[in-house]
T-cell receptor, first 114, second 119 residues
Framework: NAGVTQTPKFRVLKTGQSMTLLCAQD?????MYWYRQDPGMGLRLIHY???????AKGEVPDGYNVSRLKKQNFLLGLESAAPSQTSVYFC?????????????FGEGSWLTVV | AQTVTQSQPEMSVQEAETVTLSCTYD???????LFWYKQPPSRQMILVIR??????QNATENRFSVNFQKAAKSFSLKISDSQLGDTAMYFC????????????????FGKGTHLIIQP
């Protein structure tokens, strides 16, 4: 019963490096999301996807790119990491056919940019 | 755009006491959903309770209940008989209804309340 799985769980990057966070869900959900959580800020939406091949910007999209080539996967990319991107990243997914449906979260990925 | 405000950054109560966490929100929508999520030190996001705005009856889940005041745009969480395992960050969150064009753009969160249950 995997649910939403994020890899890697921990990563330290140097400023300017690039990396990709992978999110996989096995619940056949249409909607997928990437959030970031910073101290005192709650969770903020970076990007989201309503289905395979589609993505949209959330509240804080700058510095990130995403792709949804397969329904079950949602990738978050940092092309040139900055210290301001040090954060905990959460992937989430939900069904599209139920109004107000529960959003299921992964366990988080800790990213430190030095 | 919606905003969610949690005015209590931190609260501390004794075990077995009842505690109420506050949440207010601002929206022009009439159809929406409200949630409380719990985040223990493990950082896992756990759904505690869910409320449909069109329902007047307050949602309850065992020791957790809400006081939903739609006109006042208030959505507080009451935890009865608090336990040590309730120690966590609690986030209030808002989701627009599909009817209002929402759903796909996920949740809007408050900044959270750190709840500490003292033995």
């Amino acid at each position: 019963n995997a649910g939403v799985t994020q890899t890697p769980k921990f990563r330290v990057l140097k400023t300017g490096q690039s990396m990709t966070l992978l999110c996989a869900q096995d619940m056949n959900h249409e909607y997928m999301y990437w959030y970031r959580q910073d101290p005192g800020m709650g969770l903020r939406l970076i990007h989201y996807s309503v289905g395979e091949g589609t993505t949209a910007k959330g509240e804080v999209p700058d510095g990130y790119n995403v792709s949804r080539l397969k329904k079950q996967n949602f990738l978050l990319g940092l092309e040139s990491a900055a210290p301001s991107q040090t954060s905990v990243y959460f992937c989430a997914s939900s069904r599209a056919d139920v109004d107000g449906n529960t959003i299921y979260f992964g366990e988080g990925s800790w990213l430190t940019v030095v | 755009a919606q905003t969610v405000t949690q005015s209590q950054p931190e609260m501390s109560v004794q075990e077995a006491e009842t505690v109420t966490l506050s949440c207010t929100y601002d929206t022009s929508e009439n159809n929406y959903y409200l949630f409380w999520y719990k985040q223990p030190p493990s950082r896992q996001m756990i759904l505690v309770i869910r409320q449909e705005a069109y329902k007047q009856q307050n949602a309850t889940e065992n020791r957790f209940s809400v006081n939903f005041q739609k006109a006042a745009k208030s959505f507080s969480l009451k935890i009865s008989d608090s336990q040590l395992g309730d120690t966590a960050m609690y986030f209030c969150a808002f989701m627009k209804s599909i009817i209002s064009g929402g759903g796909a753009d996920g949740l809007t969160f408050g900044k959270g309340t750190h709840l500490i249950i003292q033995p």
